[in-house]
């Protein structure tokens, strides 16, 4: 495995503080530290110590202990979070958790006076917690964090390996972060080179991920994803282009490129007798243009391609308060035959009401539930929850961000038959994926 290949003596390079409340807790941190070979540059007691700190330069890991006593560690992510929207954190640091793990006994909510009257299996079963948190609510909290771009390890266990295993992590993203241009580089983009590269299509292009029949392997469907090089800074992730498209109203004039993509990808499929559909993503703002229907229908009726094979993505970057009005926009968008389908279920801000007020075809959930399924048990209850749901309203589903092959059998052991991520296939150019295709053939 990748991780193994970096020696423990790399890990001095790190800059890791220290968030204890006790001196004894705050020394075996250290302690452990010392013999992975890191020397702590700090060490606090609370948290407004640890703002202070991190105003004041970079830092790469804080090692957080979890205890009765305080909620420092679990609050710190809303201090890394609000600090970093705030552009007062330029790198948000790794959190490593850690504490006195214990089981503590099952109660039944809402009757404190079962007591031995309890059923024998519910008097044996225990929580797992760490510094009196259930572990799967450290679990849950650590996805969350995961969606706001701060990575949590959770070390369950003491021990030389597990706080290596997670410095190694810490480690690669800090490599990554240094290799790539910084964030604050992406705000040299213009408005005007955006404009210019929207409307001239210069060096933009668009790649196409494969979506698998989880069982047979076989490719049912495929996501067109853009990508964009600029001349001066090289590749800008669509983290940072859409919403800056988003911020400055361009939304229409990306998705006329998105469309033409598509379009163009769904010819090629078509000369050679593919009838899988194409995925593009479009926020509720776009859906919601006036005519949005109607000029999308026309333009597939134009090119002589049945609207089934288009199938379009809600996004949620740009929330449309109006909930009528969206739903009013994607009832006439399916009515017209073509597939709707609700991105990044379980990250986005509405959409519990927006799956039981307006209708889908299919339904997305985010890799966050599906990357944490070998890890934590309840991840594999949600995706099961989701599967009875989605029997129940009549929609597919799809997981994304399948990176774990050996995820793959578990994910269809709970309902799930389709799926997209790199243990599967990574997005590809399109002559790349028109060959993938005919190799599939
Ligand atoms: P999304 O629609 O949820 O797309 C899936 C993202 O997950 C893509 O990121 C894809 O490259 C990445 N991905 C695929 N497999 C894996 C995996 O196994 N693990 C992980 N960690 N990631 C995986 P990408 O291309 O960076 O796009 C990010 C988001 O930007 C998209 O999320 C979508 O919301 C937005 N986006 C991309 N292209 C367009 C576009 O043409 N128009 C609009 N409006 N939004 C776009
Ligand atoms: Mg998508
Ligand atoms: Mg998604």
């Known amino acids: 495995m990748r991780l193994n290949v970096i020696a423990p003596s790399t890990f001095a390079a790190l800059r890791v503080i220290m968030l204890a409340v006790g001196a004894v807790p705050a020394q075996r941190m250290r302690g452990m530290l010392m013999a992975s070979g890191i020397t702590p540059v700090a060490s606090f007691v609370t948290l407004g110590e640890v703002e202070v700190y991190l105003s004041n330069g970079p830092v790469d890991v804080i090692v957080c202990q979890i205890c009765p006593e305080s909620d420092a560690g679990l609050m710190l992510l809303s201090v890394l979070n609000r600090m970093h929207k705030n552009g007062k954190l330029e790198q948000l640091p790794s959190l490593f958790w850690m504490g006195e793990t214990s089981m503590i006994a099952a109660t039944c909510p809402g009757d404190v006076n079962y007591g031995s009257r309890l059923p024998a299996t519910v008097q044996t079963a225990g929580i797992e917690c760490m510094g009196g948190v259930a572990m799967t609510a450290l679990d849950s909290l650590a996805r969350l964090a995961k969606a706001a771009g701060i990575h949590v390890e959770i070390l369950h266990r003491e021990g030389a390996m597990v706080l290596n295993d997670a410095l190694r992590a810490a480690l690669l993203i800090r490599t990554k972060l240094d290799s790539g241009p910084a964030q604050a ?257």
């Open 185 to 441: 580089d992406f705000e040299l983009l213009t408005e005007e080179e955006l404009i210019s590269a929207l409307t001239t299509g210069e060096g933009l292009r668009f790649v196409f991920q494969p979506q698998f029949d989880l069982l047979s392997r076989r490719v049912v469907g495929a996501e067109a994803l853009i990508r964009w090089k600029h001349h001066r800074l090289g590749d800008i992730p669509p983290s940072i282009m859409i919403p800056l498209v988003n911020r400055l109203g361009l939304d229409l004039l990306l998705f006329s490129l998105v469309e033409m993509w598509a379009v163009r990808v769904m010819l090629a499929l078509k000369r050679e007798n593919f009838g899988i559909p194409i995925a593009v993503n479009a926020s509720a703002k776009t859906l919601c243009t006036p005519k949005f229907a109607e000029r999308l229908a026309a333009r597939m009726h134009g090119v002589g391609l049945p609207a089934r094979l288009l199938k379009l993505e809600l996004t949620e970057d740009v929330p449309e308060p109006d909930e009528l009005l969206l739903s009013a926009a994607l009832t006439a968008i399916r009515a017209k035959g073509f597939q709707v389908s609700l991105d990044d279920f379980g990250v986005g801000a509405a959409t519990m009401n927006l799956l039981v007020n307006v209708s889908f075809d299919e339904m997305k959930i985010d890799g966050s539930f599906v990357r944490a399924l070998g890890e934590c048990s309840s991840s594999g209850k949600v995706i099961s929850g989701l599967v009875n749901w989605a029997r129940l309203l009549k929609f597919n589903l799809v997981a994304e961000g399948i990176e774990d092959e050996s995820t793959i059998p578990l994910l269809y052991r709970l309902g799930c038959r389709v799926g997209q991520g790199y243990a599967l296939a990574h997005p590809m150019e399109f002559d790349d994926f028109m060959m993938f295709m005919r190799k599939q053939k």
